[in-house]
């Protein structure tokens, strides 16, 4: 019997003012042991999807169809059952962990509670296995983490933690809604791991949600294909990625970075929000093939081979590396995340100075005297200098701490874009807050258009802390919910002081640089797409033309389509040759295409840097080697001698020696005993004491 069943599912939203189809007429199974992937644009739909099989639809919702899961349909479930299929049947793993969990109890507690509760186990073995739970995703130190609060924990281990609590009642059906948002390869590929492992040691069947392209290729059996709330194509994963039929799934996967390094183009136009089920197909206004059948007629699912259909009047037109580049004809919808307005080629930086506040001396444009030049694009001096930055986190009842950065040196030079990579929990969300003041270094010093932290109060130090911005990982989270988008970006500016008049015409100005229509002023976050709310964020770290702008993680959260619009973006503000830019990402596949240099972090040391082609390229050191083989991939992937890891330590058991030591395969006792330091080794530098021997231990 089939485990999950969804037929002709069609799912409206009416709220006071506003209707929205969410789905129209979806089709979709899962099978006991079987993974399958759920991919699209957000809006698409994905969400709705897993929360109708759930029972969990929004308030107002009006469906038709069904949802039947063994046997059972779950749109006619009462309370009783739905409780009970919620532990049992089904388990959800939300895309937003931190705004799933209590943020009053400790992540431990909230799991031990859901195992107590489904499982009949008692308090003390609960815990037990809740620490084995946490072990199983990856969760260092899982004992101590059990009494660790969600605000405690970065968003991957948030992640962790959700997937803990979904798995922990050995569910019928998984389903993972952007499972691996904000985790990297490392963690991505043991998260993907779990998952295919349920479905074949455990006969679960799993449904996985993700904008994640190249995940989703190395784990699915079956991949469907959601636009606008309806199924554009359907079918095995090899044959759907590999050869698309559909226009969409071909601009899909166009949009995606790859580890090889291939260019990216983004999809011109947005996805429609339908107050109706389409009676044409939807992507007609982005569709370079579309007819006008397309545009009078819906296409129904045909089926092009066994277990395989496409709802297409013209399937497979054209190559996958077909221009992306295409005008939207004349009467498509305006698009949410990209408003008309003037290409991002012909928009020259219009913020070329600050004016002086309060005495405060004008943004430098040019180089201090006597700055060191760093390789790579950047011809200016230095307007980022970090030199044996130490940071230790203190315990919160003493008894020692955790050793966030230990002896970070690096630079970063005007017109230069650093990308800065590692797993999580490596210390680079540390390393940014660094950067930006937010974080006083225990050991070394933090130098910012030529001026120290550390030596600065008051005024100063405010002052200075305005020269370097920060464009945040979570686009909308990171806006207050009751300030307006005028406010929202003007606030750099009205913290310096900048007069009303002057404020507003400057606001104006870099909203136009981000193309965004100025009637989004009025808004508030929560009626903001992904792409705009990040658009936003960077118009705001943008608007008091700072020395340096600190990107963390600034694509995690949205989709391969708008991921692809806003990294133009970020590469337009990037290459003002007056600032310097860092780029932190556990992308490594974005970060090759993005960035001039690199700076590979593992427990917070570097251990590789040098420019990015030459890293990606020619690696050395084993942790680099090691991120780059896990690295997922829809081409040719990495191609170089691979690296396999031992599984992650205790944090405590890197304290001496080499770092990566005890998961090293070519460790040796002198490495357990010195710690290394970076040295030149061709193009780069490298924290290897046996960097020139290890392709020949590779080839053993």
């Known amino acids: 019997m089939t485990l999950l069943s969804i037929e002709d599912l069609s799912v409206v939203i009416d709220?006071?003012?506003?209707?929205?189809?969410?789905?129209?007429?979806?089709?979709?199974?899962?099978?006991?042991?079987?993974?399958?992937?759920?991919?699209?644009?957000?809006?698409?739909?994905?969400?709705?999807?897993?929360?109708?099989?759930?029972?969990?639809?929004?308030?107002?919702?009006?469906?038709?169809?069904?949802?039947?899961?063994?046997?059972a349909d779950v749109l006619t479930m009462g309370a009783a059952e739905l409780e009970s299929f919620r532990g049992h049947g089904a388990a959800i793993c939300f895309q937003n962990p931190r705004g799933a969990l209590s943020p009053t109890r400790t992540v431990g507690r909230q799991l031990v509670d859901r195992l107590v509760t489904h499982r009949d186990l008692a308090p003390a073995p609960a815990r037990e296995v809740a620490a084995e739970l946490f072990e199983s995703v990856g969760i260092r130190s899982p004992r101590r983490r059990l009494d660790a609060y969600p605000h405690e924990l970065s968003g991957g281990m948030a992640q962790r933690v959700m997937i803990s609590l979904a798995t922990g009642c050995a569910p019928g059906l998984l389903i993972a809604d952007e499972p691996t948002t904000g985790l990297d390869v490392t963690l991505t590929r043991e998260i993907l791991n779990?998952?295919?492992?349920?479905?074949?040691?455990?006969?679960?069947?799993?449904?996985?949600?993700?904008?994640?392209?190249?995940?989703?290729?190395?784990?699915?059996?079956?991949?469907?294909?959601?636009?606008?709330?309806?199924?554009?194509?359907?079918?095995?994963?090899?044959?759907?990625?590999?050869?698309?039929?559909?226009?969409?799934?071909?601009?899909?996967?166009?949009?995606?970075?790859?580890?090889?390094?291939r260019p990216v183009t983004a999809t011109p136009g947005a996805m429609p929000l339908p107050v109706e089920a389409p009676s044409s197909c939807p992507f007609a206004p982005r569709c370079a093939h579309a007819t006008e059948l397309c545009t009078t007629e819906l296409?129904?699912?045909?089926?092009?081979?066994?277990?395989?259909?496409?709802?297409?009047?013209?399937?497979?037109?054209?190559?996958?590396?077909?221009p992306a580049d295409i005008p939207a004809p004349a009467d498509a919808p305006a698009p949410a995340d990209t408003p008309p307005g003037p290409s991002l080629a012909g928009v020259a930086p219009v913020l070329t100075g600050t004016p002086p506040v309060d005495g405060e001396p004008p943004a430098r444009t040019e180089a201090p005297s006597g700055a060191r030049a760093v390789p790579g694009r950047g011809?200016?001096?230095?307007?980022?200098?970090?030199?044996?930055?130490?940071?230790?986190?203190?315990?919160?009842?003493?008894?020692?701490?955790?050793?966030?950065?230990?002896?970070?040196?690096?630079?970063?030079?005007?017109?230069?874009?650093?990308?800065?990579?590692?797993?999580?929990?490596?210390?680079?969300?540390?390393?940014?807050?660094?950067?930006?003041?937010?974080?006083?270094?225990?050991?070394?010093?933090?130098?910012?258009?030529?001026?120290?932290?550390?030596?600065?109060?008051?005024?100063?130090?405010?002052?200075?802390?305005?020269?370097?911005?920060?464009?945040?990982?979570?686009?909308?989270?990171?806006?207050?919910?009751?300030?307006?988008?005028?406010?929202?970006?003007?606030?750099?500016?009205?913290a310096a002081g900048v007069p009303a008049a002057e404020r507003a015409s400057r606001v104006a100005r870099v909203l136009e640089r981000m193309e965004l229509d100025p009637s989004i002023l009025g808004r508030r976050p929560h009626e903001l797409s992904g792409g705009q709310a990040q658009r936003v964020g960077i118009a705001r770290a943008l608007v008091g033309d700072p020395d340096l702008i600190v990107f963390d993680e600034p694509t995690s959260a949205l989709d391969v389509t708008v991921q692809a619009q806003i990294l133009k973006v970020i590469a337009e503000v990037s290459g003002d040759r007056s600032r310097g830019t860092v780029f932190i990402s556990h992308d490594l596949a974005t970060v090759r295409g993005f960035c001039d240099r690199v700076a590979v972090l593992y427990l917070g040391r570097i251990v590789e840097e040098g420019p990015v082609e030459e890293v990606f390229g020619n690696p050395l050191h084993p942790y680099t080697r090691a991120l780059l083989a896990g690295a997922p991939s829809l081409g040719a992937g990495y191609g170089g001698p691979r690296v396999e890891l031992t599984k992650d330590l205790e944090e405590a058991d890197a304290a001496a020696g080499c770092a990566l030591a005890p998961r090293c395969p070519f460790a040796t006792g002198e490495c357990r005993e010195q710690e290394q330091e970076l040295r030149p080794y061709d193009a780069s530098l490298v924290a290897c004491r046996r960097v020139a021997e290890i392709p020949a231990l590779i080839e053993r």
């Open 379 to 494: 011809t200016g001096g230095e307007v980022l200098r970090v030199e044996d930055a130490h940071v230790l986190y203190r315990a919160r009842f003493g008894g020692g701490g955790h050793h966030a950065l230990r002896g970070v040196s690096l630079g970063v030079a005007a017109g230069e874009t650093l990308g800065i990579v590692g797993e999580s929990g490596c210390g680079k969300s540390t390393l940014a807050r660094l950067m930006l003041g937010l974080v006083a270094p225990s050991q070394g010093r933090v130098e910012v258009a030529g001026r120290v932290f550390s030596e600065l109060r008051g005024r100063e130090l405010r002052r200075l802390r305005t020269r370097a911005q920060l464009v945040f990982q979570d686009p909308v989270g990171s806006l207050s919910p009751r300030r307006t988008v005028a406010d929202a970006i003007g606030e750099p500016l009205r």
């Open 15 to 71: 709220r006071p003012g506003r209707r929205v189809a969410a789905l129209s007429g979806v089709n979709l199974s899962v099978e006991p042991g079987e993974v399958v992937g759920l991919v699209g644009e957000s809006g698409g739909g994905k969400s709705m999807v897993a929360r109708s099989i759930v029972g969990l639809l929004p308030g107002g919702s009006r469906t038709t169809g069904r949802v039947m899961f063994d046997g």
């Open 194 to 261: 779990r998952f295919r492992l349920a479905a074949n040691a455990e006969r679960r069947g799993v449904l996985l949600i993700s904008h994640d392209l190249a995940s989703i290729a190395e784990v699915c059996d079956r991949v469907v294909v959601l636009y606008a709330g309806t199924v554009v194509e359907s079918g095995p994963g090899p044959q759907v990625l590999d050869e698309p039929a559909h226009p969409y799934t071909r601009a899909l996967l166009r949009s995606v970075p790859d580890i090889d390094g």
């Open 299 to 322: 296409p129904r699912a045909e089926a092009l081979a066994s277990d395989w259909s496409v709802a297409c009047f013209h399937p497979r037109s054209g190559p996958l590396t077909e």
